[in-house]
């Protein structure tokens, strides 16, 4: 009888063992490799609205979010202050459509699931007693790590293009802030310092917000991790631990049970990596600058006036990388240039579905020509998943790409996350290089 029951006991741990190991939500990350969770996933903790399928999410996305974002991103000018932003409480919190990562915060540390975005620098998380935050908040009262910053510190003078004020009283002057995001939310914040842990790896004493009230529906639930290029992001902040390089992996939104990886320090980093010149444009510090020189719609280079994709560092001009804007986006001529050249290629009739105005039967996908895009360097093909988008009941084809919106500051080309999907995007900021490698990245 003892021997059933102790051969019972094994074979239900190794089968509890065995479903563990099959599930890859519960993947352990490595010591410089964070899973990056798309955040209406499986692996996601998020619990997302009703959609019909993931083509929806997408449209919905691209149409309500992406105009958005990209004006918030040609808002991002270089300045020391900015005007006040008026902070009420938050009407809807899970409007963030993103890439999430699992993060420590505190000690012990406090598991947060904070947005992937390359172009903030400061992180951000919802605290305590923060008025319209979600459920998931840090405590700061239950870490032993945990120190308000005051006015005096150089971290509150590193706050770009924010409006800061100091509130005297107690033993410090706290660094007070508010910001916008998203171009239609905005939050107030007081800098804090604590360690954060990604990983195995621990960084002590970092900057943040602690997030005191939050308006709008465009604030991560659970806080925001900035991968920028400014003195508050994580690559300033961890000094020689990264070397000033990551790079990630972006799973397809349709890997339901799937996580990319993000890559942090030269550690693991492919070899094999085509590459091209990381540019830095001051008026627009914080951005990942590259110079697209062309695109090319099969063997047919499009002609595209050359000031639509100029790179001007005295402008703040040019063509960004952004891992949080869903679809690639161009100024208004250059998209046109290139899809009349589409549509020259593809029988139509065309129609619209959403922000897409570059739709027809799925019949004829197969004359779908490739969409090349050029940079000093490297010209990057991008695969029928990454170029086309298919509608829900997968009779419609449509072009993935759309026009920015017409009251952006200076000439904005996004490129963004859908057509980074399954590739391997390396950001080397101390060798001012930007890679690009094929990978699976579910």
């Given at each position: ?397 449509c072009l993935a790409m759309a026009a920015a919106p017409n009251n952006v500051n200076s000439v904005l080309n996004v490129i963004a996350n859908y057509q980074q999907q399954n590739l391997r995007i390396l950001f080397d900021v101390a060798n001012s290089r930007v890679g ?7």
């Amino acid at each position: 009888m003892d021997l059933r029951i102790s051969m019972l006991v094994l074979f239900f741990a190794l089968l509890i063992s065995t479903t563990k190991a099959l599930d890859p939500c519960d993947s352990q990350s490595k010591a410089n490799d964070l899973s990056i969770i798309p955040i209406y996933s499986k692996c996601s903790p998020f619990k997302p609205p009703k959609i019909e399928s993931w083509v929806n999410t997408i449209m919905d996305m691209a149409s309500t979010n992406d105009p958005e974002r990209v004006k918030y991103l040609s808002s991002l000018v270089a300045q020391k202050k900015a005007s006040s932003v008026p902070i009420g409480p938050g009407q809807r919190l899970f409007n963030i459509n993103n890439y999430v990562v699992r993060a420590k915060v505190g000690s012990p540390g406090q598991l947060m699931y904070m947005v992937l975005d390359t172009s903030n620098d400061a992180a951000w998380v919802p605290c305590s007693g923060c008025t319209g935050c979600s459920n998931t908040m840090f405590t700061p009262n239950t870490s032993s790590s945990y120190t308000p910053l005051d006015c005096s510190k150089p971290q509150c003078s590193y706050l770009r293009g924010v409006s800061t004020s100091c509130v005297s009283g107690g033993p410090t002057d706290q660094c007070l802030f508010n910001q916008t995001y998203g171009g239609d939310s905005s939050f107030s914040a007081t800098l804090v310092q604590d360690s954060l842990t990604l990983a195995n790896d621990v960084v002590p004493n970092y900057a943040f917000g602690c997030i005191n009230a939050v308006s709008g529906g465009s604030i991560p639930t659970q806080g925001l991790l900035g991968l920028g290029r400014g003195p508050l992001s994580l690559l300033s902040q961890s000094g020689s631990l990264y070397s000033g390089l990551f790079s990630y992996c972006l799973p397809s939104f349709k890997s339901y049970y799937f996580s990319g990886s993000l890559k942090l320090g030269p550690v693991g980093q492919p070899t094999k990596i085509r590459i091209t010149p990381l540019l830095y444009n001051p008026h627009r510090p914080s951005l990942y600058f590259v110079n697209l020189t062309g695109v090319s719609i099969g063997r047919v280079l499009v002609p595209i006036a050359p000031e639509f994709l100029a790179f001007n560092p005295n402008t703040g001009s040019g063509t960004v990388i952004d891992s949080g804007t869903v679809v690639t986006r161009f100024v208004q001529p250059a998209y046109e240039a290139i899809r009349d050249q589409f549509r020259k290629q593809v029988k139509g009739p065309f129609s619209n579905l959403g922000v897409f105005d570059t739709c027809f039967a799925s019949t004829s996908e197969a004359e779908a020509p490739i969409v090349t895009l050029h940079f000093t360097g490297l010209d990057l093909k991008l695969p029928m998943e990454n170029s086309l988008i298919h509608s829900s009941s997968g009779n419609l084809a449509c072009l993935a790409m759309a026009a920015a919106p017409n009251n952006v500051n200076s000439v904005l080309n996004v490129i963004a996350n859908y057509q980074q999907q399954n590739l391997r995007i390396l950001f080397d900021v101390a060798n001012s290089r930007v890679g690009i490698a094929r990978e699976l990245c579910n």
